[in-house]
C-alpha cells in the first residue's frame, strides 16, 4: 500500500508530496524524471520488502510506480512463464505489461491503481482496479497532466479552483459522482477504468475495462446449496490470498456482523492466533459482546478498542480535511478512531466491505425485492404522494412508521428521486431550497442512472448495481482507504475478490433478499462459522449519535462553520431554509435535520480548512 503522484510537462516538488501524503508511504520514498514524466512513489512496504523498491525499471524502458496488492501474481508468473529478477507483484504488472500491452488487467485479481511510463512508446499507462479500492485523481488542462493518490497532494502542487457544478451532486448524494471533483479540471479515474496518455501530445484515452453492470444483466441456474458452496469457496480462496500475500502479520477487524465474522474465521485457518479488533463506543448499540463470542471460538489474539467522543470536537477538523473533499458520511469519525488502534498493533488488516452491496445487506433492498420502484406506475405514485402529504414524516429512523413513511416517499417519486430517496436521503422533499442553475444539475448521474434503470433485470438487481457503482465506489470504499491511510494501516476486502464479484450479481434475487430477510445466504453460510447469536443480528454499522452531536457537542461548532457570513452553503441553498434548519423553526424531523446539518458542516470544513488554505 503506497502512495502514487506523477506528472507529464509539470515538475513534482517532492516535499510538497510529502507534506501531503507521507502517510501513504512512511517507509520510502523516491521520484524519477525521463523525458517530460516525473514520477514520485512513496511507500509502505509489505510485500517483498528488499526488492519492491519503486519507482521500479525494466529493461531500460518501463518504469512503474504502483499502489495495491496482486494476490494472484505469483500464480501469473507461472501460468504465463514470466521471469523476474524479484518475488514483487510490482515487477509482475511490468513483465505483464512488457508482453501484453494494456490488455493484462483481466488477469489481474487485487487492488490497485499504478502508472507505466514506455519511455520508447512515450506513453502512460495509467490503470485501477474493479471495485476502486486504489484511489487516483488527475488534473488535464491540456496542457499538463498531473496525478495523485488523494486530492489534498494535487491541491499543495497546484492552484485548484471550484467546480461548483459539482456541489450540487454532493449535495443530493453525500459524495461526488463517478469522476466528478470539487475542482475545475480535476476528476477521479473511475473504477474498472485506465488512461492511456500520449505524452507527446497530451492526449488522453479514457477507457472501461471492467464494468459490474456486465454480471447484473447474467442470471445463474445454480441451486441455492450450489450457489451456498460456491460462495464459501470463493471467500475462503480470498481470504487465504489476502491472508498469505503480505511479509507483516495480517489482523481481521471484527464487528458484531456477519460479514467480518466470516472474514475472521476462514483467516483463523490460515493464522491460528489472529489479531483481532473491535470497537466498543458510546451509542445506542454496542457490537462488542458479539464480537468476543467469535473472538473466543476461534481464540484469536483480541483487542476491544474503546473510543470515545470526548475529544470529537478537537479532532473533527483533522478527520475531515483528510478527504481532500467534502464527505458526508459520519462514521468517517469511529473509522479513523479504530484505525489509528489498529495500527498500534499491524500494518494490514482484513474487514468485510462489500458483502453488503453485493449480498443485500440493506433493510431497503426487501421492498426493493417484492416491487420495482423504478418502474412507471401513475396510479401507485399519485396514491403515494397524497398519503404521504397528509401524514407527519419519521422521527424515529429505526421505527416501523419511518419504514413505512419512506416507503411512501419512494413510491411517490420519479426516476432518480426514488434512488436518492432509498439510499442517503439528504435533501429529498428538500430539495426545492437548492437555487437552481435552470439546468438539470443531475444529468451525469441521471444518464448512468437510467442505464440501468431501464435494464430488463429486477428491481433488486437494479438497486443494487446503482449502490455497488455509488455508494460503495464514493463512499464506503473512499471512507475506508482515507480512514485506514490516514494511519498508515493497509486494509483488504476478501468479499471484492474478482470471483466474489462476477459470481454474486447473477444469483437469484431469492438467495439475497429471503422475505424479510436479508442476505440469506451470507446469513445461512454462517450458520457454519459462526455463533447462533450473530446469524440473525440487524445490518447496524458504526451507530453514531449524530443527532445528538449536531443539538450538543458540536452546536457550536456547527453554528461558527454553517451560520457564518462567509459560509460556502449560501452559495446553494436558500438563506430562509439555512436559518430555518440551525435555529430549528422548519418543519422537519430531527434525523433528517442533523444529516443535513452534517453534510453542510463537512462541506464548510473543507471550504475553509482546505481549499481556502
Known sequence: MCGLAGAVNFKLIYKDIDQNMFHRGPDEQAGFMVDNVDLYHLRLAILDIEGGKQPMHLNERYTIIFNGEIYNHNEIRSLLHLQGTTASDTETLLLLYQKYGVNFLQHLEGMFAFAIYDQQEKKLFIARDRAGKKPLYYYNDGQKFIFASELNC???LLPLQIE??????????????????PYKNVSELKAGHFLLIDCTTLAVNNQCWWSINDFYKQTHTDSFEESL???????????????????????SFLSGGIDSGLTTAIASKYNSRIKTFTVSFDGEYDEAPL??????KYQTNHTEIKISFDHLKNDLEKICTNYGEPFFDSSAIPSYYVSAAAKKHLTVILNGDGADELFGGYRRYVPFAK?????????IKNTAALAKKFLPPGNNKKSKYNYF?????????????????????????????ILQLGVDYLQPIRTDFNLVANAPISGLRKIMNIDFNTTLFTDLLVKMDIANMANSLEGRSPFLCRELMEYAPGMHDSFKIHGSSTKYLLRQLAKKYLPAELINQPKRGFEIPLKKWVEQELKEVVFDYVGS???ISGQFLQKKFLAGLLNNTIKISAEKRAK??????????????????
Do not use: C, P
Open 565 to 567: 457570513a462567509n459560509a
Open 154 to 156: 494535487l491541491k499543495g
Open 291 to 296: 464480537a468476543k463470542l467469535v473472538a473466543e
Open 596 to 613: 443535513i446539518l452534517w453534510t453542510l458542516l463537512s462541506m464548510e470544513i473543507w471550504y475553509k480548512k482546505v481549499y481556502l488554505q
Open 405 to 433: 413513511y419512506r416507503l411512501l416517499s419512494l413510491a411517490s417519486k420519479n426516476s432518480l428521486e426514488i434512488y436518492l430517496s432509498a439510499g442517503v436521503d439528504i435533501m429529498e422533499d428538500y430539495e426545492s431550497n
Open 229 to 251: 458452496e460456491k460462495v464459501d469457496g470463493y471467500l475462503n480462496a480470498a481470504v487465504k490470498k489476502r491472508v498469505e500475500s503480505s511479509d507483516l502479520e495480517v489482523g
Open 371 to 379: 416491487y420495482d420502484f423504478f418502474k412507471s406506475n401513475g396510479i
Open 164 to 181: 461548483q457544478n459539482n456541489f450540487y451532486h454532493y449535495l443530493r448524494l453525500g459524495s461526488f459522482y463517478g469522476a466528478l471533483t
